[in-house]
């Protein structure tokens, strides 16, 4: 599959923006986050313009950007409405909670409330994302049990280590905070690894026997393309990336998305001062460009079965 | 409705994809762009396109030309999947279609698509498809006779066959039946609606005609011809 810039930053910066938004409505109903006012206005102003800039990125994938709220109609069987939806609903319990969290220090009652309500949205949301893709037939790579629980992980590793910067920068640094990011990512790590083994050593359940039917006659091979250019299909879904890249970028997604980060995150717990803050920054932004190959790597190393029609054979 | 597809007969001449482009760049869903047609980067959307594949190896191997356009399936993902519900499948008739006033262009019907049959007009932002001629199959300023998709009207071998898929008695799903039509990577389990016949075996034999099934070399025993001719063709098999 074409990996469109859009929708890659999309799922990476609203993933991030998503799992902040997690933990800060839980951190503050157990009270495990500090009401701090500077760390609340920092915290949600950064889950927000994650969440907006990436959902505003989404919007540039469309073609009439300005029908986009037709979406939001169909979310009785479609998961991309359902996200939309869930993407909407979960700014309104956002907005009171972050205020009397972030200024009044409210950390009970109704604010506690919306926050865990914002919280279950936010992780709805996501689970929304990832089910888009998971319920694609077509592409085997997608349509894969490790889908969803690596997109969950990740929101929640991504959100971790940015929380973990600002309560870094603000001095109130919450081991709790430092494990669950480097626990997600150890998490993290493992699933991907599944994932992987899962579609290299899947068969491919479509083939160009199945796709044309003419298997009893024998192998089937592309004798003529209908058309001598790409076409819509082919630029969109026909994207290969070769098994020698896939492997290198495997390895940097694996050790800059998860390795580094599990054990910066880690040590962060250990560290105090500026070095816990600098140590805390490090490990997000491996994290960033590590899950930014790996978003990359999930469209990249996804194959369409209509290019079964095109002579691939997709195993 | 749908379509039935003679993989048995198909010349692979891909007069149907050029009558359908000409058709719907006027019709339903017009017009169907194209980009630098004559150019080195042409790029245009069809909704139908003629594949062309070898199945099996040696003797037994033959080239299959192969038609493809929407399927108009039972269980259609384009449409579940669709955010708007710009993508519907019609109750009376079960042709999938687009709303290209309510269609946002995600592309996701595309994705959710295995076959491939939907094309995206980035001159419109909107994604479009084969409509099954719906401006044809009930358009009453035409012929009764012509009342078929276009790809179907214009099939100079008849390997194209329309009608009602959905009535077992038709003549459509009687073909079917005989030549044990099937569907394209049942395993998804989209259902498609449209049908393709397998090639039929090939001949072995000559059948009632008496004739060789294979012509024997003529030339081989020289024992009746005169020395002159064995010497020209000693010299010629040199």
């Known amino acids: 599959m074409h990996p469109a810039p859009s929708v890659i930053l999309f799922t990476v910066l609203s993933g991030t923006g998503y799992g902040m938004l997690f933990l800060l409505g839980y951190g503050a109903a157990t009270r495990l986050l500090p009401p701090d006012m500077r760390f609340g206005i920092a915290a949600f102003a950064m889950a927000i313009v994650f969440i907006t800039v990436g959902l505003l990125a989404s919007l540039f994938h469309l073609g009439h950007p300005e029908r986009a709220w037709r979406a939001l109609s169909q979310w009785r069987s479609s998961w991309l409405s359902r996200e939309g939806l869930l993407a909407v609903a979960t700014y309104l319990p956002t907005a009171p909670f972050a205020i009397a969290w972030s200024f009044f220090g409210l950390n009970a009652g109704i604010p506690a409330v919306s926050g865990a309500i914002a919280g279950l949205l936010a992780a709805a949301t996501v689970f929304a994302t990832s089910k888009i893709y998971a319920t694609l037939k077509p592409i085997q790579q997608w349509h894969n049990s490790w889908v969803t629980p690596g997109y969950l992980v990740i929101a929640l590793m991504s959100g971790a280590l940015w929380l973990n910067v600002l309560l870094q920068w603000r001095g109130l640094s919450r081991p709790t905070i430092a494990f669950i990011a480097a626990g997600a990512a150890a998490v993290g790590l493992a699933i991907k690894i599944c994932y992987w083994r899962s579609i290299d050593t899947t068969p491919a359940r479509s083939t160009p026997e199945s796709a044309t039917g003419l298997g009893a006659i024998g192998r089937v091979r592309l004798l003529e393309s209908p058309h001598t250019q790409d076409n819509y299909l082919l630029r969109e879904m026909g994207y290969r990336v070769a098994r020698k890249h896939s492997w290198r970028l495997r390895r940097i997604a694996l050790s800059f998305g998860f390795f580094v980060p599990c054990v910066l995150a880690g040590l962060t717990a250990a560290f105090t001062g500026k070095l816990a803050t600098w140590t805390a920054l490090a490990a997000a932004l491996s994290a960033g460009l590590g899950i930014l190959v790996e978003r990359w790597l999930f469209f990249a190393e996804a194959r369409h079965t209509v290019t079964l029609y095109y002579g691939h054979r997709n195993s | ?238």
């Not at chain 2, 491939?116 to 012929?143: H, P, S």
């Open chain 2, 1 to 238: 409705m749908g379509l039935v597809i003679d993989l048995d007969i198909c010349v692979g001449c891909h007069a149907c994809a050029v009558n359908c482009k000409e058709w719907n760049t006027g019709g339903h869903s017009a017009p169907l762009p194209d980009h630098d047609p004559y150019g080195a980067d042409a790029w245009g959307v069809w909704f139908n396109r003629v594949h062309s594949f070898e199945a099996g190896e040696g003797a037994d191997g033959r080239t299959v030309h192969f038609p493809k356009s929407c399927l108009h399936c039972e269980q259609p993902a384009c449409v579940t999947v669709c955010p708007t519900g710009a993508s519907y499948k019609r109750a009376e008739d079960g042709i999938v279609l687009v709303n290209a006033d309510t269609c946002i262009g995600c592309k996701l019907c595309s994705w959710a698509c295995p076959y491939g049959a939907r094309e995206f007009d980035r001159d419109e932002g909107v994604m479009k498809k084969c409509t099954l001629c719906i401006d044809r199959i009930y358009n009453e300023n035409l012929e009764e006779s012509a009342r078929v998709p276009a790809c179907v009207s214009t099939c100079p071998v008849g390997a194209r066959h329309f009608g009602d898929l959905g009535d077992a008695a038709s003549p459509v799903s009687r073909l079917v039946a005989e030549r044990g039509g099937y569907d394209l990577m049942p395993e998804l389990g989209y259902q498609p609606v449209n049908k393709y016949l397998p090639p039929r075996a090939p001949k072995r034999h000559a059948g009632s005609t008496g004739s060789p099934a294979q012509l024997k070399p003529a030339d081989e025993d020289l024992s009746g011809a005169g020395l002159m001719l064995r010497w020209v063709d000693r010299l010629l098999s040199r």
